[in-house]
């Protein structure tokens, strides 16, 4: 099984910045793109940014120009840069995976456990 661990989350002002970390552990054939959602309280989760294995990256419009996402793949490790937060940024951000457990299996989605990213003064 895999897991993913998410880390960073925190209370910062706003106009300041975070980073966010999330590793994909356990036992696994291939890992896919990688990516963050976040989920505001009530609201929908949404996509915020993905980055697939060959450095591909696909943001939400509302955090084009502020937020940078990238991965290490030898670490199995996606990041997700935040600056210039604001709060509506406010949200847990939940780390999303595509990976294949095995390679006779089909990919499928992994989510991990979520982070709390408050925006406050």
């Known amino acids: 099984q895999v897991q993913l661990v998410e880390s960073g989350g925190g209370l910062v002002q706003p106009g300041g910045s975070l980073r966010l970390s999330c590793a994909a552990s356990g036992t696994f054939f291939s890992l896919y793109t990688m990516g963050w959602y976040r989920q505001a309280p009530g609201k929908e989760r949404e996509l915020v940014a993905t980055?697939?294995?060959?450095?591909?990256?696909n943001y939400a419009d509302s955090v084009k120009g502020r937020f940078t996402i990238s991965r290490d793949n030898a670490k199995n490790t996606v990041y997700l840069q935040m600056n210039s937060l604001k709060t509506e940024d406010m949200a847990v951000y939940y780390c999303?995976?595509?990976?294949?457990?095995?390679?006779?299996?089909?990919?499928?989605?992994?989510w991990g456990q979520g982070t709390l990213v408050t925006v406050s003064t």
């Open positions: 980055s697939t294995t060959d450095g591909g990256t």
């Open positions: 999303w995976a595509v990976v294949r457990l095995r390679q006779i299996l089909p990919s499928r989605e992994v």
